[in-house]
């Protein structure tokens, strides 16, 4: 899934703030238990991802895709004292593990946890007016998302996007459908004059997008 040369990644990896242990724990965790771990955001995206949340300092984020609660519990770090993190899974299986996580990392009270498909539960989630949103579950219906979060975003609310580097194919010969897509999603962003955007070329490509 790295784009980085391995050393590089390394290095990186040795330069940024150590991987809490209780997030340590749940990577472990994921890895032992749970189909495809590698979808968890791992120890230097989840530091961006916390280091944005900081920086952001948001009361309200949305984030799609929750998986064990690895970048639920990243982004959590930097909500405001009030702040709430929406977060959508469609694996109804995962509830026990989170609740787990989120005690774990004392986050239980600022999680509001939906299971469902996200294309519906994004509508229906009344707060219209995130600081922050994280796009991160099943990639083909990315650009589906975007416009749905858009809509749910305050002018000068961060989106980020994850896997849209799609392993180096979308810049590459490759045509299948999910590189077409994830270059469409890319193509149609880059021409969206409502938002600022660029792609930082973390793990397999993080686009950060700030609405104006
Ligand atoms: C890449 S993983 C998320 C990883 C997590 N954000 C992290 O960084 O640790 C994608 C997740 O999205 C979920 N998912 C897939 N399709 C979905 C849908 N239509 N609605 C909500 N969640 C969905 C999957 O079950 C999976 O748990």
């Known amino acids: 899934m790295e784009i980085l040369p391995h050393d590089l990644q390394m290095y990186l990896e040795d330069h ?3 991987e809490p242990p209780e997030l340590q724990k749940i990577n472990r965790e994921t890895y032992l238990k749970v189909l495809q771990p590698h979808m968890l955001s791992g120890h230097y995206q989840g530091r961006l991802l916390s280091m944005l949340s900081k920086m ?6 949305l ?3 929750t998986f064990t609660g ?11 004292d009030d702040g709430i993190i929406h977060t959508i899974e469609i694996n109804r299986e995962m509830e026990e593990m989170l609740i787990q996580h ?9 999680v509001k946890q939906y299971f469902g498909p996200a294309a519906q539960i994004i509508v229906e989630i009344k707060e219209n007016n995130f ?3 994280f796009i991160d579950a099943d990639k083909r219906n990315n650009l589906n998302y975007f416009q ?17 580097l799609w392993k180096g194919k979308v810049y590459g010969a490759e045509n299948d459908t999910d590189t ?10 880059t021409q969206d004059t409502r938002v600022e955007k660029l792609i930082l070329p973390v793990r397999d490509g993080v686009m950060l997008i700030r609405k104006k």
Do not use: F, W
């Open 16 to 18: 940024c703030d150590p």
């Open 56 to 61: 952001m300092q948001p009361k309200s984020i």
């Open 63 to 65: 984030e799609i895709g």
């Open 70 to 80: 690895y970048s639920t519990i990243c982004l959590a770090e930097g909500l405001a």
């Open 102 to 110: 989120y005690k774990s990392t004392n986050v239980e009270k600022k």
């Open 131 to 133: 600081d922050l949103a």
């Open 148 to 164: 749905l979060v858009i809509e749910k975003i305050r002018s000068g609310g961060l989106i980020i996007i994850d896997n849209v």
């Open 180 to 189: 077409r897509l994830i270059r469409e999603l890319n193509d149609h962003i």
